[in-house]
């Protein structure tokens, strides 16, 4: 039977060593590299390609959670299996869903417990865990390459249309596998709807047009052509733009 490929990732060395440790005493595991946040966890499972990650949550510039909604793209991603020191209502919520994770101080029994049912996570039960995220730091796109992580910061709008939504940024152009809806929902602080299948970054908004046929139009930053608004949405897109003066 072949070795299990393990990927340790957490971004205190000594609970990297101590996880290292209990993995390699056990039979039919093999450790194949360690993160110490989460997108050196994405690039090490582009890499490595293990078969189980066992995963901090709380890790510095990208989470554990956010990685593994991340990993859960791929076609073939590793099973995810969490290690916190969360309280039990985040335990309860992890439950809820059959979100694998083990409790810190991880003992050796629970370990090997763990990777024998670890599963792979999908990425509609991360998203319906009971406690409250705060919007993702960046987004993720399939490339032949890999994963492919864009900063939402330099997003200035998404466009719907059919299944996918477009997702353009100043590096440019990409498609991403994820609803309109949901993207509004999670960056309702940042983005404004403008049109039932645009959002635009609030931040890159540069001026608001009535052509001579009546139909508003808005001018993003550095975009050479501009952007369909509906009649709905003018009132909400006037004070933003009002709000971006003050």
């Known amino acids: 039977m072949s070795l299990q490929r393990v990927l340790i990732a957490d971004d ?3 609970a990297r060593a101590r996880l290292r440790r209990f993995v390699e005493e056990l039979d039919g595991y ?3 590299g360690e993160a110490g946040h989460g997108q050196e966890v994405l690039q090490a499972c582009h890499e490595l390609k293990p078969d189980v990650v066992l995963m901090d949550i709380r890790m510095p510039d990208m989470d554990g959670i956010e990685a ?3 990993l859960g793209q791929l076609d073939q991603g590793p099973a995810v299996i969490f290690t916190t020191a969360f309280d039990n ?3 309860e919520a992890f439950d809820a869903q059959a979100i694998g994770y083990l409790l810190k101080p991880v003992r050796r029994e629970r370990l090997q417990r763990a990777l024998r049912q670890a599963a ?3 990425v509609q039960a991360l998203k319906d865990l ?3 995220r705060a919007p993702r730091r960046n987004l993720c796109v399939r490339k032949p390459t ?9 997003v200035t709008h998404f466009q719907a249309d059919q299944k996918y939504v477009s997702i353009f940024h100043t590096g440019g152009e990409d498609l991403l596998d994820e609803p309109l809806k949901d993207l509004a929902e ?4 940042r983005f404004l709807r403008i049109h039932r299948s645009v959002l635009v970054a609030v931040r890159h908004m540069e001026r608001l047009e009535k052509t001579d046929s009546g139909q508003h139009q808005l001018w993003l930053r550095g975009r050479d052509e501009p952007l369909p608004v509906s009649r709905r949405h003018v009132t909400d897109v006037k004070l933003a733009l009002r709000n971006l003066t003050i």
């Open 89 to 91: 209502y985040a335990m």
């Open 186 to 189: 999670e960056f309702a602080d």
């Open 30 to 32: 093999q450790v194949v």
């Open 130 to 132: 009971g406690a409250p």
């Open 146 to 154: 890999g994963l492919q992580l864009i900063d939402v910061d330099t």
């Open 12 to 14: 205190e060395p000594p």
């Open 68 to 70: 593994a909604r991340h």
């Open 120 to 122: 792979r996570l999908s």
